[in-house]
């Protein structure tokens, strides 16, 4: 018999636990000519913000020994051009959508949720309350996290939850002494599931020029350097949990998922790896239902948590 492989973030139903990570993976269309995407458990789209945006100047993109350092600074196409070009898109190919939305204010984020729901344009939200690559006012101190503050992630989720009646995820900041104030505090306004991790604030600086590598200073590291740390917080935070926990940080096999899975997530999600090898996700769908199989286990969902300790 085939081991059940479906998976359920609160009212979201995704065909198997596996996603892509915003931001790596655009709206689908470039991967959707090397493989179906709608394999996927869910396509989560690059952040969204209300008018369309450059991002931040070049370079932006820098190759650290296991990983990258991005500056991309929200780079995006806006929210119509999202409902007008990339939703039909994702819709014809059967996609489940998973919205990655920004903003920088509450109320932004609400009309970015509203927006999308009357539109049918998002299967969920997920709202990336720690893009560490932007200049926020509000903060009054450089970047942006309002995840490293749990009264501010209650806020915004707080908005959020009385905007849609969409399943909603709040992405989280590694960039925090303990993982699971944040998470409590999205659990607790009513989200239906946190998302750990985004990127691990990093620098690089060229000795010659003496110029950092990066025109924005600073950037997130992501890859197969962060994945350690990546599993620590999703176990931190799965044990203090009962909404579910979507799992990333250097993801890049099957064997990685299934970490984040004993850890305690109760999906995953592909990044960087999609980059090096655009099917990584499909492969690890494939593999994990293969280790399933072999190891006689009926469903995706007895692995979540089941870490022997
Ligand atoms: C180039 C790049 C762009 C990203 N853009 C976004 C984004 O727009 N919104 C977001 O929530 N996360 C963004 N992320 C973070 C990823 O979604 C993910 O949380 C992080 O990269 C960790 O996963 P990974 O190590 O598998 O890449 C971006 C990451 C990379 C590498």
New binding site residues.
């Given amino acids: 018999m085939k081991p059940n492989l479906e998976v359920r973030i609160g009212a979201l139903r995704m065909k198997n636990p596996v996603t ?5 993976f655009g709206y689908g269309q470039e991967y959707a000519r090397y493989f179906d995407i709608a394999a996927l458990g869910a396509v ?1 789209i ?2 969204i913000t209300l008018k369309p945006r450059a991002g931040n100047a070049p370079p ?2 820098v190759e650290t020994p296991a ?2 350092l ?1 500056a ?1 600074g ?3 196409v806006g929210l119509d051009a999202y409902l007008a070009e990339k939703a039909p898109f994702l819709r014809k190919h059967g996609a489940t959508i998973i919205a ?1 939305i ?1 903003g920088s204010q509450p109320d932004e984020y609400c009309e970015l949720a509203r927006r999308l729901e009357e539109a049918h344009a998002a299967d969920a939200i ?1 709202a ?1 309350l ?2 560490p ?1 932007v200049h926020d006012a509000a903060t009054a101190r450089g970047p942006a996290l309002v995840a490293q503050i749990p009264e501010r992630v209650a806020e915004y989720s707080r908005a959020l939850r009385a905007a849609t009646k969409l399943p909603l995820l709040v ?1 989280l900041t590694p960039n925090v002494a303990d993982i699971r104030e944040p998470a409590l505090a999205a659990q607790e306004a009513g989200a239906d599931g946190v ?5 691990l604030m990093g620098m690089a600086i060229d000795p010659e020029t003496r110029r950092p590598r990066l025109a924005n200073v600073i950037g ?8 350690p740390v ?1 599993l620590k917080m999703v176990w931190d935070a799965s044990r203090v949990l009962q909404i579910p926990v979507i799992g ?5 096999t099957a064997p990685d998922a299934i970490q984040f899975l004993l850890a305690g997530a109760n999906a995953v ?7 090096r090898q655009p099917d990584a996700a499909l492969q690890i769908v494939r593999g994990l239902a293969d280790y399933l199989e072999h190891h006689q286990i009926p469903d995706v969902n007895d692995l979540v948590g089941a870490i022997a300790t």
Wanted: charged share 10%; with cysteine; proline share 2%.
């Fill in positions: 892509v990570a915003s931001g790596t989560t690059k952040s932006r993109l990983g990258i991005n991309i929200l780079q995006n990655n920004y997920e990336n720690s893009c690559n992405k998302s750990l991790i985004n990127t997130g590291l992501s890859g197969p350097a962060i994945r990546a990333m940080g250097g993801i890049c999600a592909v990044g960087s790896m999609s980059f």
